[in-house]
């Protein structure tokens, strides 16, 4: 049965459940739809030396490319400061846009993003909205 896009959120939601952020406090969940139907979480990891840490949605991908898959149909992100303000969407990053752009089609691939206190909520973009004119795979040919 597929899943929606609403239920993709909630997974994201679960996979926040999951961060390890000591330091900054801001948890996010990422939930990837492969092509095939299977789905991966993540979470964000933090690092006390800070740069060798790794976002929710890269952690995600690395689940999914590890165990063979490699068509993607959509992610879903949440995240959000500990006691903060949960009102915010959270969008990746410019280094999980570039690496999501490794892996997927960017006119077709679907980012759904929604605030933790209202994940009805739910705006959805392409790859190619949120990173326009990208390098990717078919520049090196």
């Given at each position: 049965?597929?899943?929606?896009?609403?239920?993709?959120?909630?997974?994201?939601?679960?996979?926040?459940?999951?961060?390890?952020?000591?330091?900054?406090?801001?948890?996010?969940?990422?939930?990837?739809?492969?092509?095939?139907?299977?789905?991966?979480?993540?979470?964000?990891?933090?690092?006390?030396?800070?740069?060798?840490?790794?976002c929710a949605e890269r952690t995600a991908f690395s689940k999914a490319l590890s165990e063979g898959d490699k068509d993607f149909e959509a992610i879903a992100i949440v995240g959000g400061k500990e006691g903060g303000n949960l009102d915010h969407i959270c969008a990746p990053c410019g280094v999980c846009r570039q690496f999501i752009r490794e892996f997927t089609e960017p006119a077709t691939f679907r980012i759904l993003l929604a605030p933790l206190n209202a994940p009805e909520k739910i705006t959805s973009y392409t790859l190619e909205q949120l990173l326009p004119e990208s390098f990717g795979p078919d520049n090196l040919k």
């Open positions: 049965m597929p899943i929606c896009d609403a239920e993709l959120i909630q997974w994201a939601v679960k996979a926040r459940e999951k961060s390890y952020s000591p330091y900054s406090d801001f948890s996010v969940g990422a939930a990837l739809l492969a092509k095939n139907g299977k789905l991966y979480l993540g979470c964000n990891i933090e690092n006390a030396a800070f740069t060798p840490g790794i």
